[in-house]
């Protein structure tokens, strides 16, 4: 007999070997005398392939291609031998593939069983947890637990002990059903048990089955650390009626450690809290005996910052009368000046700025000086340190650099002859200044320069396009009395533009702690070659803070920028007699002698006659006096003279603004802003 088994497998295995149904027949006709449509109504064709390829596989036909030689006598007797045969291994195998899936389909529910368990589990913890983190004091833990145990683990009864040494005492308890739970003296015999063996005990067969005491429980022991020691504080007992629950069973436990985990956790936090808020209490009486203390040192400091404050006022109002106001530097010659000044901010204990409405003094300065008809001195200079005594050494070395500059030599020579009066000053304290120092001829836009330990100034050439750096040789001002300088030499041409800045520009930083740097001032300077050079050293200024994110600088901003006029120098003797009477018009300006001023101003339209830049100078003078209506007829001729500019347009806003004539004021502003646009965009 063939082993059905092996030969169903292997029918299985190699039946898409199988001859087809057609040659089967074939075969059958051609090889014994058997009623071929008998056959045919007694098996089907996946039968009858079966067979054949049982017959072949058992050498009972053979084959040879597609030739096949029959050797039985009977085809009925193998048929139905082979079919019967195959039945019975094919139920076999049936009756096996049932009790397989039978047992793992059991086993998928209980594993889903244990899964919904565990995730039921998860959940209940998390709440638990989040529970917990919502008690902050020992009574709230000690109350509010028994209901916790109740909803979430679904317990009848909550005991809580707190344990001292080897005696241990209940602090709270709560039953779902009073008269069904009560301690039991089986419950203190496995407590005192629990207090000498320090693990946790499963109850689930109570001793006593009276209805008072019908229950099954669970205690766990809370330890903390103390000394490098375990110490048993505290003894959670768990009850639970076991007519509803018949055992404690490990999910339960799962869950009734997690509770234990996170009642200890908790508890060591309120006992935390507790220390705390007994020092709190302890040190209140502390702190306000401090507090009245630190009110009278308070006091105290704002009588010393009054006077210090003061004292900052009259430096400050000193400081601006020897540094221009960047908004009024008039147009010398063929020269443009524009510049930013701005002060690092104040900062002084127990100060409030806003209300003592402090003026800031600045370490840095710029200032311009006449050195004969043609020349015109320009410096720019950081004193080393900040506030009153920085603020003092740039007075007198902006004294010094005015008063050198009018004896003439080099740049280098005034220089030096300045550091030798600042030294002789202040001797060898340790204050200094980093200077540099231009002198333009306004005819011949030749220039001298000289650099004391400062920022090379940037010159952008309008003819080629590039930048060039000046520089020279030379050490601080004020430092060494016989410090040496050198100087060099170039020129300007029309369409030029000169940038001189100090250290709190190029030193600023962002939040990251990155550097503006030098180039980016090189790469703006060309990117903004056509700004005016009032407008160009407000937009740098912008440009550092938007950098720095707007924070407070941490150094003083001093900024000078020079325009050479595109169409150059004009007549040489009419050019002489208008700069003489600009810069007497523009010292008196820095004096305040504004009646001086104005006969400066009207000398020149008497001369040279009126022009826009003139009458906005006009202007001016007439509105620092306080001459409103006649600030206002300048301003208007400015505006005729020249409708395209903004710059009369802002002169009529601040007239109206200080006549109160707010609409009038609005409507000038925005007109000026609107024509600002229109230049901005041409350039």
Known sequence: MVNLSTGYKKLLKEFIYNPSYSNILLF????????????????????????????????????????????????????????????????????QVRSNFEQKAFNTIILKDRLNETFENLNKYSRIAAKFKSYYKKEDLYKKSALLAFDEINADALEVYEVD??????????????PTFSQTEEELKHLNNLVKIREPLIMNNPQNDSIREKKIFAIFPLLEEEGGEKKLSNILLFGFDNRKVSMIKDH??????????????????????????????????????????????????????????????????????????PKKIPKIGPLNLGASWVAMPLKMKGLDKEKANVKEVAGDFYNYYKVNDDEIGIVIADASGHGIPAALLTMMASAAFSFNSR????????????????????????????VFYLKVNLVTLDVEFTNAGHHYAIV?????????????????????????????????????????YT????????????????????????????????????????????????????????????????????????????????????????KKEYNNAEKEVLKYI?????????????????????????????????????PKDPRPLQGLTKVANATEDYTGAAEYSQEATRLALIQKKKK
């Open 28 to 95: 059958i006709q051609e090889n014994s005398p058997v009623n071929l449509e008998k056959l045919k109504e007694k098996y089907d064709e996946q039968e009858m392939k079966l067979v054949m390829k049982y017959l072949i596989d058992n050498e009972l036909v053979s084959r040879d291609g597609n030739d096949f030689s029959f050797t039985p006598s009977s085809i009925y007797t193998y048929f139905d031998v082979f079919l019967e045969n195959f039945k019975l291994a094919k139920g076999i195998f049936y009756d």
């Open 165 to 178: 040494g080897t005696q241990f005492k209940m602090v709270a308890f709560k039953y779902r059903e009073t």
């Open 252 to 325: 339960i436990l799962e869950l009734l450690d997690g509770f234990t985990l996170n009642f200890r956790l908790t508890l060591k936090t309120v006992k935390m809290i507790q220390i705390l808020e007994d020092k709190v209490n302890q040190r209140t009486s502390e702190l306000k005996s401090a507090n009245n203390q630190l009110k009278e040192i308070n006091r105290e400091i704002d009588e010393k910052n009054k006077e210090k404050i003061k004292e900052i006022g009259i430096a400050a109002n000193i400081q601006r009368t020897v540094v221009p106001d």
């Open 407 to 434: 004896k003439g030599g080099t740049t280098a020579d005034i220089c030096e002859r300045a550091n030798k009066e600042i030294h002789r000053a202040i001797g060898d304290i340790g204050y200094y200044l980093t």
């Open 460 to 500: 952008y050439r309008r003819e080629t396009g590039v930048i060039e750096h000046w520089n020279s040789e030379g050490f601080f001002i004020g430092a060494f009395a016989d410090a040496a300088y050198g100087y060099g030499r170039s020129k300007l041409y029309p369409g030029d533009k000169v940038v001189m």
């Open 503 to 590: 250290d709190g520009f190029d030193e600023s930083r962002n939040s990251e702690g990155e550097f503006f740097g030098e180039e980016r001032i090189d790469n703006f300077t060309i990117e903004n070659k056509d700004v005016h050079c009032k407008d160009f050293a407000d937009m740098l200024f912008n440009y550092v803070n938007e950098f720095c994110n707007f924070a407070p600088g941490w150094d003083d901003r001093t900024l000078v920028v020079i325009d050479v006029n595109p169409d150059g120098t004009v007549d040489v003797a009419n050019n002489k007699s208008k700069n003489i009477m600009v810069e007497n018009m523009m010292t008196y300006l820095n």
């Open 606 to 642: 008497e001369h040279h006659g009126e022009n826009s830049e003139i009458l906005l100078h006009l202007g001016d003078v007439y509105y620092l006096q306080g001459m409103f209506n006649k600030a206002e007829a300048a301003f208007q001729k400015a505006r005729k003279a020249d």
